[in-house]
């Protein structure tokens, strides 16, 4: 007589080690973005902040990007009160004469990062800036202003790895209201498990301290003036004018909200952050333009590739300063160099995971 439960069970093994092997496959190709470090900068004149710079201090993770939030009013409490006293400085009871909060420019290692979002409410601003692959370590961020304009500025920043490098976020949107609870939604449409929301805030000095809503990070220690992205340390205590947090996004929408002491006007925006995703393919393609610190084209110069695989692309710029790589094999590191008889262009090291389009390089006085 033929025993048929062996076969049986060995079908049965089978199948089961079929769906634990598709199960390691798809979590191992889960798209997520993860938040790597926080950083903050303020400053503070009665006759105008025209420059707020700080350090970022970036990681080594793959799929880099680095969004700042940028937080300016240009009036101070009428009856300020500083811990410890007395005020550092005579503070302004009226809001300076401009009416314009322009933000001239935000350059990252002299870089210009490039805008997500910006939206005024009548004394006050808050705009969103981003920029991808970003270098590892110490990374200077500098925010110019319209002269005479904005008495408070607060800077707040939080890079990111596995992030998309040709569509770093979506569904930017802004919201103002005057109340003590600004709130803003952010369509799901687009988003997935994995994405992170980023949010803005600014207000005046008048509305006290800021408290981030359920599921917010605000930062891991709220004691820690150093990488709390809330811009109190540069106030002395005294009051917050700007804040910034995180939170998983979610494809039904996610509702951003703020508490502040006293209700004022405010001005909230944010972004979605998005995932990048798997690879899907054996190799993926660069393409990029090499380009003057003042964004004319450099053309004739040699870019190269170096795989940690051992591969190595080359390629000369064409009259426009483009360049572009093919078959690049994914899940490597690459290095990419620019060799020019009358610029400077530092290295690249970057995580290969996706095609990656204006790859820029930029060239140094």
Known sequence: MIKKFPLVKSAYSFIVLFLLSFAVFTTQNYAQVFEDRRSAGGAFDTVGVSQLSWTHNVGSGPN????????????????PSCTPSPCPMTLPTSPLSGTSFTILSVTNNGTEMQPVISSIDVNRQVAIYQMVSPSAGANNIVVTFSPGIVTHASGNSVSFTGVSQTAPFINAAAA???????????????????????DALSSTPNAGYFAGGAGQTVCADPADETTCTRGRRFFFNAYDVGASSTEPASPLGTTMSWMMTTGQPWALAA???????????????????????AGRSISKARVTLTVSSGEIFAATTNAFGFYRFENVPVGKTATIEVRSKLWQIAPRVLTVNENLENLNLIGQD
Do not use: C, E, H, M
Not at 64 to 79: E, P
Not at 274 to 291: D, E, F, Q, W, Y
């Open 64 to 79: 880099r990007a680095l969004f700042v939030g940028i937080s300016t009013t240009t009036q101070a409490s009428a009856a």
């Open 176 to 198: 103002s209201g005057t109340d003590s609870a600004p709130i803003l939604f952010i369509s799901g449409t687009g988003a997935a498990a994995g994405d992170i929301v980023f």
């Open 271 to 293: 972004t979605i952050v998005k995932a990048a995703p798997p690879p899907t393919a054996a190799n993926a393609s660069i393409s990029g333009r090499v380009l003057t610190s």
